[in-house]
């Protein structure tokens, strides 16, 4: 049983990547500062960022701020769109780690599946990978057929794909391939933006186990064996949300949670996407 939040899944190289991270999207400022320091005082050991993200240097402050040693915080940043290509991604890697203050992160994505470009931009991260200042590598909001792309040239599977993932977006058939091949699924948007909150067999399951909608949902996650990365900027929240370590769904809920899946996404089609924004 996972009953900790200090408690990790393995990565496909060895790594360890906390169950439930803390995003930053959207955050940034001032803003970004204080609820990295929230989060990583309630205990959360992963902090997730983006170069586009525009909070790597609030997010490196925090983590330096905070009284816990780097070793103990997983830190995730990602290469951005106009950034792709070898030379660009490795120059991109250098200035993110300057506004990181660290000399390495524990995982480094590619943002978004640039065509033409992110064939490129993983051998530079297989690079990185090689070097060791990048400890784990993956990508993100990678569908089945760019995975399949990427790995007709790639050296190293990707060790995690962070996709939009929540009762109503599973994408069954991206699990399915991503565990046949080694790669972790993480979620962005696990709790749909609260959305998860107006579903009522979420609500209900809540009512039985003395959680909200949001706490079973996240539950319900990594019990499948997704990593999830829920944010916000209010304190309560992010206490409420590493909340779910001293429950656990019976089979039966996780299957009423499973056939809640409507294909219906909160954020960009990965098929759908201006690159260059």
Avoid at 74 to 84: A, E, G, I
Avoid at 153 to 177: D, S, T, Y
Wanted: with cysteine; aromatic share 8%.
């Amino acid at each position: 049983m996972i009953d900790s939040i200090t408690d990790s899944a393995t990565l496909h190289n060895g790594v360890e990547i906390p169950w439930l991270g803390f995003g930053t999207f959207q955050l940034t400022g001032a803003t970004a500062e204080r609820a990295v320091t929230w989060a990583l005082d309630v205990g959360y050991r992963s902090v997730d960022t983006a170069a586009v993200y525009h909070n790597e240097v609030e997010v490196g402050a925090a983590i330096r701020n905070s009284g816990v040693a780097r070793e103990e915080i997983f830190l995730t940043t990602k290469v951005w769109n106009t950034d792709q290509g070898y030379d660009a991604t490795m120059s991109a890697f250098e200035a993110s780690l300057e506004r990181l203050g660290t000399d390495y992160v524990d995982l480094y994505l590619v943002h978004w599946p640039v065509e033409g470009m992110f064939g490129e931009t993983w051998r530079a991260l297989e690079e990185l990978h090689s070097t060791g200042r990048a400890r784990a590598i993956g990508v993100s909001n990678f569908l089945v057929h760019h995975l399949e792309e990427l790995l007709k040239g790639a050296h190293v599977v990707p060790m995690v794909n962070q996709v939009e993932f929540h009762p109503r977006l599973q994408q069954p058939k991206l699990q399915a391939f991503c565990r046949d091949h080694g790669i972790r699924l993480e979620a962005w948007r696990p709790i749909m933006k609260g959305g998860v909150l107006d579903i009522p067999e979420l609500v209900e399951i809540g009512q039985g186990v003395g959680k909200s909608a949001v706490q079973v949902t996240l539950r319900w996650m990594i019990q499948k064996g997704v990593v999830a990365i829920p944010r916000s900027s209010q304190r309560e929240h992010v206490e409420a949300n590493a909340d779910i370590f001293d429950f656990e769904l019976t089979p039966e809920q996780m299957g009423l949670i499973d056939d809640l899946d409507r294909d219906m996404r909160t954020g960009e089609d990965p098929d759908n996407f201006d690159f260059g924004s």
